[in-house]
């Protein structure tokens, strides 16, 4: 018989406890306000340059704004790296984000210079 109180996503057998009922509701109230949130940023996105309601200038920051915070929570709410056991794929996620922000910036300089 599986453990529910040790592992909330083991097949159920019987009635689970109410711990894992607390923790399952929890998981899936975060999940509903996450999927609802990134549906908001993404109509936000579309909206704000449909509309011409933000300026040119401000359009490719704030796009790219909306991105970030949309990939940073996609990652720790539906990839679940927020949860214990992780730390190794975090490390490797952020380290890989640090080496090609910067790679990435330079070779669009270094196009840049030799296009023009």
């Known amino acids: 018989m599986a453990d529910h109180g040790m592992d909330p996503t083991a097949p159920l057998k019987g009635e689970p406890t109410k711990k894992v009922k607390r923790k399952l509701a929890r998981e899936t109230r975060t999940q509903v306000i996450s999927f609802v949130l990134m549906i908001f940023l993404t109509s936000l996105a579309f909206i704000s340059i ?8 401000f359009a490719m920051p704030f796009i790219l704004l909306l991105a970030t915070i949309q990939v940073v929570l996609q990652l720790y709410v539906f990839m679940h790296l927020n949860e214990r056991g992780n730390g190794w794929a975090n490390v490797m996620i952020w380290s890989a984000v640090i080496i090609a922000i910067p790679t990435v910036a330079s070779l669009m300089l270094l196009l840049g210079i030799v296009k023009w």
């Open 50 to 57: 449909a509309s011409d309601a933000i300026p040119a200038s």
